[in-house]
Every structure is written in structure tokens, then in C-alpha cells.
């Protein structure tokens, strides 16, 4: 991942080298791309064969050898409008499917876009990376406590931070428990992906702002009637597909798609959060049974498959706005989330 990130490249079991298009450095050049089959599908390739398997990845030769630079418009949908001509593509077989998949997958982990240059001359050393070892960057049991500290906050001065680390991932989570925790009684809990332009700025495309404001105060009200609440901040903005693709995901929004399709379109789950991680926080933390406030179902599902038991559903629905009416439609109708 930190490879990637850097924009170094990194070898497949095969031998195969993969060079990441976004974030790749110098003048390498290919005239073979690694992309997803719904961008191949996007770029006129769905009826050839080779691009035609399901959710596999597609192997795509250009017409000449690109750099990264002419590589990132074909590998970004959202710069579709400004650059309409791409090809002509051909998609070719893929040697191992099972090792370009996982390559995206950690592409996806790393937040930049699963697109890569295929074999490229003078790309540099590459790390190593085996795909067996992908199962290990997601294993919740490597998730620690770091440390923890009293937090005085807006809505209840007697608050506690406490954050966790694991050491295959970047990204740190946190827990603010409200309140005194009490066994016997059941704390309120919500669970809550950060989002930037929700929680930091205002946005008015979500509902994550008021959302975070209305479970602490939701949690202050309960302490103050003797209960408690935990609100877990999960480090997986936009549902896991991270801060710099869901940018890319409102421009393909700002061209009429939907949440879902943009997600997609750019080759990433519509739904990538780590549900188990909020359960290994909470058992880290000794809660065993919480209610639990979401609209979601699945967060309900997933924290039960974790052994944590929820004992009860907390609506959490806020009124809509002219900018997020249509995302929270789009929730409701396609993602199964429990709204009016």
C-alpha cells in the first residue's frame, strides 16, 4: 500500500509488474492497462470476450504505449467530459485473474484508483506484493488499543477518546465514549464513517454532519439521565473508497449519476466499509451488547456476525435538504437503508 501510494510499482507472484496510473512518478510508459471491467465496459469493451467475465479485471492494449499522464483520463471516468476520445482499446487475456483482482483490491485499500500501467519500461524496482497476504491488511484481530484520554466536548464535558491502531493500516481509528460506562445498562452506540466535507465543512450533499451531531447530543442526553453512549469514528471515508475518489465520485454525481453508479463507475464497491473493525473496537472496549443507532440494516447484520449483540435498532433519520434529497433517496431505494 505504501508503495502504491508513493507510486512505485509493485510485482505479482507471476512477475508481472504493475505500476499504479494516479500516482506513478517519472516517464514510464506502457501500452497495457490493469482496469476494472466496469471501466473497460465504459470504454466500448464490454462486447469483446476478454472484458466480458463478471467483475474481473480487464487487461486493455492501446493503440501505443502511454505514459501515466496519458493514462489517467482513460482510467478516470470523471474526466470523461473533458477528454471524449480514447482508443481505440482492445481487451487481451489475463494470465492470472485471481492476482490482477486482489492488485485493484489493494488499490481500493490504498485510496487511489484501481487502474494500472502493465509491465512498463523503466518503472523502477518493484515491492513485492503476494495476494495471499491480502486476507491480513483487513484482519480486525490486529487492531489495538493506542491509547486513550479524557476528551471534554461540547455536549458532555465528561467524555473519553480512545483510539486504536493496527500495524497494516494507515489509518487510525477513534471511540468517544459519553458518559460513565455502566454494565448494566446498555449504551447507545453509533457507528460512524468520517466524511470531510460532511463532519468538517457543512457539506449539504450528505447527511453525515448533522448525523454526527445529532448522536452526541443524542448520547449527552442519555448520560445525563444516568446511561452512557460510545460513538466510533471509522477512518473509511466515502464507504471506504477514500477522501480523493469520492471527489471523483461527485463529479461523475454532478453528471446526473447516482451514488451507487458513480462508485461503480469508477471501478469501486458501492459499499467497501469495514463493519467488522467497529466490532473488534467495541469488544476491545469490553461492550458486548449495544443499541445501536443507524438507519442500516447491514451495520446491524455485520456487528451481530462480529458477536456483538444489538438489542435494538435506533432510528436515525434527519430531514433532507434540495442538495442530499436525491442521496438520500438513492439510500433508501438502493442501498436498503431504513428512510421515509
Not at 504505449?65 to 482492445?90: H, T, Y
Not at 449527552?220 to 477512518?235: D, K, N
Request: charge should be negative; hydrophobic fraction near 45%; aromatic fraction near 4%.
Amino acid at each position: 500500500m505504501d508503495a502504491l501510494r508513493h507510486g512505485w510499482p509493485v510485482v505479482l507472484p507471476g512477475g508481472q509488474v504493475l505500476l499504479p496510473v494516479e500516482t506513478a512518478i517519472g516517464e514510464a510508459r506502457s501500452a497495457r492497462l490493469l482496469l476494472s471491467q466496469d471501466r473497460a465496459a465504459t470504454l466500448k469493451l464490454g462486447n469483446q470476450r476478454e472484458a466480458a467475465r463478471g467483475m474481473a479485471p480487464v487487461l486493455v492494449r492501446a493503440a501505443g504505449a502511454l505514459s501515466s499522464v496519458e493514462a489517467l483520463p482513460v482510467a478516470d471516468p470523471s474526466l470523461d467530459l473533458a477528454n471524449p476520445l480514447k482508443g481505440p482499446f482492445r481487451a487481451e487475456p489475463l494470465d492470472d485473474p485471481e492476482s490482477a483482482a486482489a492488485a485493484l483490491e489493494l488499490a481500493r485499500i490504498a485510496g487511489i484508483l484501481p487502474a494500472f500501467l502493465v509491465d512498463p519500461d523503466d518503472a523502477g524496482e518493484p515491492a513485492g506484493f503476494d495476494p495471499a497476504d491480502l486476507p491480513a491488511f483487513a484482519d480486525p484481530q490486529r487492531l489495538q488499543i493506542a491509547t486513550r484520554a479524557q476528551l471534554p466536548v461540547r455536549e458532555m464535558e465528561d467524555a473519553e477518546i480512545v483510539a486504536f491502531r493496527s500495524a497494516d493500516d494507515l489509518r487510525e481509528h477513534a471511540a468517544l465514549v459519553i458518559g460513565e460506562p455502566d454494565g448494566a445498562r446498555t449504551p447507545l452506540v453509533r457507528l460512524h464513517s468520517e466524511c470531510l466535507t460532511g463532519d468538517v465543512f457543512g457539506s449539504l450533499k450528505c447527511d453525515c454532519g448533522p448525523q454526527l451531531d445529532g448522536a452526541l447530543a443524542a448520547m449527552a442526553a442519555e448520560a445525563r439521565e444516568g446511561g452512557w453512549g460510545v460513538l466510533l469514528y471509522m477512518r473509511q471515508e466515502g464507504r471506504g473508497i477514500g477522501l480523493i475518489n469520492k471527489l471523483r465520485a461527485y463529479r461523475l454525481q454532478d453528471q446526473g449519476f447516482d451514488t451507487v453508479d458513480a462508485n461503480t463507475r469508477l471501478g469501486l464497491p458501492d459499499e467497501a466499509r469495514d463493519f467488522p473493525v467497529a466490532g473488534r473496537m467495541l469488544q476491545l472496549m469490553n461492550v458486548a451488547s449495544i443499541r445501536l443507532m443507524t438507519n442500516n440494516p447491514r451495520k446491524v447484520a455485520a456487528l451481530e456476525a462480529t458477536g456483538i449483540e444489538v438489542t435494538e435498532r435506533v432510528p436515525h433519520a434527519l430531514p433532507d435538504n434540495p442538495y442530499n434529497a436525491d442521496y438520500l433517496a438513492t439510500k433508501r431505494d438502493r442501498s436498503g437503508h431504513l428512510l421515509p
